[in-house]
Nanobody
Framework: QVQLRESGGALVQAGGSLRLSCAAS????????MNWYRQAPGKQRELVATITSGGTTNYADSVKGRFTISRDDGLNAVYLQMMNLKPEDTAVYYCNIQGGLLSRYWGQGTQVTVSS
């Protein structure tokens, strides 16, 4: 059974940092690209960052230069290091598997709140 479990969200002040983690199970993790999405209240879920199985990364313009996605295939985990956080980064953050039917699986998300 495919499971994704996000953690690491918190309340932080603007300019602060957080590191989010996502533990995956039930898949051959190293074979898949992984995404981080976020959803702010009243807004659509948006793609924040992607890391391919080979380690190539891509970021939304709004987080480029501030967020870093990484992965540890030995631990079946993907991370999102967030620096210089802004109030507009406030959202629930989710990890997601990039790949056909597996993309339908979502974890419970982790709340990030940035106060001004």
């Amino acid at each position: 059974q495919v499971q994704l479990r996000e953690s690491g969200g918190a309340l932080v002040q603007a300019g602060g940092s957080l590191r989010l983690s996502c533990a995956a199970s039930g898949i051959t993790f190293r074979a898949y690209a992984m995404n981080w999405y976020r959803q702010a209240p009243g807004k659509q879920r948006e793609l924040v960052a992607t890391i391919t199985s080979g380690g190539t990364t891509n970021y939304a313009d709004s987080v480029k230069g501030r967020f870093t996605i990484s992965r540890d295939d030995g631990l079946n985990a993907v991370y999102l290091q967030m620096m210089n956080l802004k109030p507009e980064d406030t959202a629930v953050y989710y990890c997601n598997i990039q790949g056909g039917l597996l993309s339908r699986y979502w974890g419970q998300g982790t709340q990030v709140t940035v106060s001004s």
